[in-house]
Nanobody, 125 residues
Framework: VQLQASGGGLVQAWGSLRLSCAAS????????MGWFRQAPGKEREFVAA????????YYADSVKGRFTISRDNAKNTVHLQMSSLQPEDTAIYYC???????????????????WGQGTQVTVSS
């Protein structure tokens, strides 16, 4: 499955952005999905994840209450609504897919099989 992330850009602090992740080649409806981010000089970190059916969501403490992950299986897309953005949210954001969360945390990047190319989010103060 090929993943394409989009929706990044430049926004002022306390602003909002909505990221999208579109899939091609295979339906996303059987995959759990995650968003990760990587800032310059830092390791890739978990942001949010959602089960294939949308029933369960998971968030990093740093974004809880500000970001919302959702999915539309009919449109083969996953979204990340980001609000109250802060300069520390500046990073390249990646979407990723994996067939199961069984046996390992949704926050771990290694079990994700498929990754999008990333979209840049820059938050100015």
């Amino acid at each position: 499955v090929q993943l394409q992330a989009s929706g990044g850009g430049l926004v002022q602090a306390w602003g909002s952005l909505r990221l999208s992740c579109a899939a091609s080649g295979r339906t996303l409806s059987t995959y759990h999905m995650g968003w990760f981010r990587q800032a310059p000089g830092k390791e890739r970190e978990f942001v949010a994840a959602i089960t294939w059916d949308g029933f369960n969501t998971y968030y990093a403490d740093s974004v809880k209450g500000r970001f919302t992950i959702s999915r539309d299986n009919a449109k083969n897309t996953v979204h990340l609504q980001m609000s109250s953005l802060q300069p520390e949210d500046t990073a390249i954001y990646y979407c990723a897919a994996r067939p199961s969360f069984r046996g390992s945390s949704p926050a771990l990047p290694d079990p994700y099989n498929y990754w999008g190319q990333g979209t840049q989010v820059t938050v100015s103060s």
